[in-house]
């Protein structure tokens, strides 16, 4: 069972849309952090919120974190071509007493020129 | 050098070879791990070292085997590898356990 689902897995679209991916969970998280990892480079750390209900911008990018903390959107507005990745939401879980961050599934954009 | 470094970017080894994976990191962070990523498949934790002492091996085989000898630096040692354990391998390193990390570009490798 994954702890973290993403979706759309795929999505593919014209250069100026905008877009909605979506990272759900039935677990509450302390915080979400967001990735995007582009081809043959490792995950950079693009955002992470907190406060549920917490809406974050970076730029084209709107992150926000659900109310009770178990979800977290990122809307793109006017993509381009510099957008494409793979985009990851990741959260901390306590195990044993070590906290590690497990990852979602994935969700790998394209945005066509 | 700032960020996490990894090295080599590529390998390609036999099933009988032995290899070492290398990371370093110069951002003062407490936290180094180790991290699989297949196609289609999420990010999967191996190994996490917290001020140099491994507090996780999340059941890797045997023929995967870290080294973290100093807080800068993480090895992963490779022997006896098996072609379903190609894939891109990524270290990253946090100020402390589950905060933001900062990735490595991976090494691709490749079991023939």
């Known amino acids: 069972t994954q702890l973290l689902e993403q979706s759309p897995q795929f999505l593919s679209i014209q250069e100026g849309e905008n877009l909605t991916v979506y990272c759900n969970s039935s677990s509450v998280f302390s915080s979400l952090q967001w990735y995007r990892q582009e081809p043959g480079e490792g995950p950079v750390l693009l955002v992470t919120?907190?406060?549920?209900?917490e809406v974050k911008k970076l730029k084209r990018l709107t992150f926000q974190f659900g109310d009770a903390r178990k979800d977290s959107s990122l809307h793109i507005t006017a993509a381009q071509p510099g957008d494409t990745g793979l985009y990851l939401c990741?959260?901390?879980?306590?195990?044993?007493?070590?906290?590690?961050?497990?990852f979602g599934t994935g969700t790998r954009l394209t945005i066509i020129p | 050098e700032t960020g996490v470094t990894q090295t080599p970017r590529h390998l390609v080894m036999g099933m009988t070879n032995k290899k070492s994976l290398k990371c370093e990191q110069h951002?003062?962070?407490?936290?180094m791990y180790w991290y699989k990523q297949s196609a289609k498949k999420p990010l999967e934790l191996m190994f996490v070292?917290?001020?140099?002492?491994?507090?996780e091996n999340n059941s890797v085989p045997s023929r995967f085997s870290p080294e973290c000898p100093n807080s800068s630096h993480l090895f992963l040692h490779l022997h006896t590898l098996q072609p379903e354990d190609s894939a891109l391998y990524l270290c990253?390193?946090?100020?402390?356990?589950?905060?933001?990390?900062?990735f490595g570009s991976g090494t691709r490798l490749t079991v023939v």
């Open positions: 070292y917290s001020l140099e002492e491994r507090v």
């Open positions: 990741a959260g901390p879980l306590i195990n044993f007493g070590n906290e590690k961050l497990t």
């Open positions: 951002l003062g962070h407490n936290a």
């Open positions: 919120v907190v406060t549920g209900g």
């Open positions: 990253a390193s946090s100020p402390r356990q589950g905060e933001g990390y900062t």
